[in-house]
């Protein structure tokens, strides 16, 4: 499905399933409490703590989808078209990070 789909579809579902979009501020707290939750599964996960017993380990790939689903919401709310505003970024990464990260010490 492409990104243009996806907001379709988001948008499709809000206005018949959701009723109406949450306002931008309380999106940006969803979302913000959506990738919360995904830093506590990776810390789990792949860091270095380990859950709790009566705490029952959560689908990393959901909450990926979860946050992209705010995120949607919010490019259509403000009227964002995401594959346009991905194109302009990997555009201005190619051109401010061209050489940046081979010429990164760290990074060899």
């Known amino acids: 499905m492409k990104i243009s789909e996806l907001q379709v579809t ?3 579902w809000i206005k018949t399933v959701g009723v109406r979009y ?3 501020l309380t999106n940006m707290t969803i979302l ?3 990738v919360g939750e995904l830093a506590r599964l ?3 996960t792949y ?4 859950f709790k017993k009566n705490e029952l380990e959560k689908n990393i ?3 990926l989808a979860d946050i992209l689903w705010v995120v949607i919401c919010l490019a259509n709310q403000m009227d964002i078209d995401l594959e346009e505003a991905i194109r302009k970024n990997l555009e201005k990464k190619n051109v401010r990070d061209k050489d940046r990260h081979k010429q990164n010490k760290k990074l060899k």
């Open 22 to 24: 949450f306002s931008e």
């Open 61 to 63: 790939p959901d909450e």
């Open 42 to 44: 990776m810390a789990r």
């Open 47 to 50: 860091g270095d703590q380990s």
């Open 10 to 12: 988001v948008d499709e």
């Open 32 to 34: 913000t409490e959506e």
